[in-house]
């Protein structure tokens, strides 16, 4: 296997760890948590866009692709089920068959909600829209006119998101992410064919990550006020591509340290998104019935120690999942192998 590339596993940790930290109900919708919620993923797409290399045929792209992120998809959402049957249970006094039947509907049809299905473990969209992502970049970059097509389409899922913030036709996860966050794969993967932060220096890293965070949160204080819709769609972007640039050489510039614990998550990205929301779910619970109270918020620094509980405890079965005798290495990082 490859050398792993340092700077690329404290950019996943981060952003794994942050995903994590947003999905715990908190008290109050906060400045911080609106800044991260609205940031991080793009970060997420990015980097996954600059580890990809090969370029596949559309076969061997559906192939390759379709092991390593649709069974995993299948996998965590029936993981899930169980959870969510008893947690539907608990929460009506009971449940129909009509009720059992509509997340497997909706897994089905990828995280669909509708009047005769809905979502089941909601968080796994993104294995569902890195699935098209991947195999639309191979297709893409065996063309001869794939990189315009690229920009085109970019410029069109912006503009589509726009419109689907705005109007509100399609509450469909799996689109809304893939809409949201195509352009910044397309971006990460042009990153790497272009050689792009290839090469370190701190000082620089830390000036370019600095200056762009700053410049984000400023923009995204002014952006967040939508009484002029086109304009804070437009800054949404600016502050999006901003904060890439932040967290990127950020990164870059912890790249000299190494962390066993930083390494682990980088590597369990895929099977923290797949357990997170589970795990959230029956913590959320049992404080409930242990406070007394029918809904729970955590303060910020609550979540943290949370956020990273959880991934602590998803850890052992990251190491076994790296294991030579485990099943499951196939299937879950073998992309991971690939890329980094």
């Not at 001869?144 to 912006?158: F, N, P, Q």
């Not at 042009?190 to 410049?215: C, E, H, M, P, S």
Request: proline content about 2%; glycine content about 4%; charged content about 15%.
């Amino acid at each position: 296997m490859k050398e792993r590339i340092n700077w690329i596993d404290w950019a996943k940790a981060f952003c794994m760890t942050v995903v994590v930290f947003c999905h715990l109900p908190q008290k109050g919708d906060t400045f911080h948590l609106q800044f991260l919620a609205s940031v991080i993923l793009s970060t997420f797409f990015f980097v996954s866009g600059y580890l990809k290399k090969k370029n596949l045929s559309f076969k061997e792209s559906a192939k390759k692709y379709g092991h390593a992120l649709l069974i995993p998809y299948i996998i965590y959402n029936a993981i899930y089920y169980p959870y969510w049957l008893a947690k539907f249970y608990i929460e009506h006094d009971g449940i129909t068959w009509e009720d059992a039947i509509k997340p497997i509907i909706g897994t089905i049809l990828g995280q669909l909600n509708s009047s005769f299905s809905c979502e089941l473990n909601g968080v796994t969209w993104f294995l569902i829209a890195l699935f098209i992502m991947h195999i639309l970049t191979d297709v893409l970059n065996k063309s001869k006119h794939g990189k315009t097509i690229m920009l085109i389409l970019s410029i069109i899922t912006m503009i589509l998101y726009g419109a689907n913030k705005y109007y509100h036709y399609a509450p469909y996860i799996t689109y809304h992410g893939l809409i949201r966050c195509l352009c910044f794969f397309f971006m990460g993967n042009l990153f790497q064919q272009k050689g792009y932060l290839q090469t370190q220096n701190l000082r620089k890293d830390v000036v370019i990550g600095t200056t762009a965070l700053l410049f984000c949160l400023i923009l995204f204080y002014w952006h967040i006020h939508e009484d002029r819709f086109v304009l804070h769609i437009f800054l949404y972007y600016v502050v999006n591509f901003a904060s890439v640039y932040a967290f990127i050489y950020l990164s870059k510039s912890l790249n000299s340290i190494k962390s066993r614990i930083i390494t682990i998550i980088s590597i369990g990205t895929m099977l923290i998104f797949g357990l997170h929301r589970m795990m959230i779910g029956i913590i959320n619970f049992i404080v409930e019935k242990t406070m007394y109270t029918s809904s729970i918020t955590y303060d910020w620094y609550e979540c943290l120690i949370i956020a990273l509980a959880i991934e602590f405890t998803i850890m052992p079965l990251i190491i076994y999942k790296k294991s030579p005798k485990s099943i499951l290495k196939s299937n879950f990082i073998k992309v991971n192998q690939e890329k980094n």
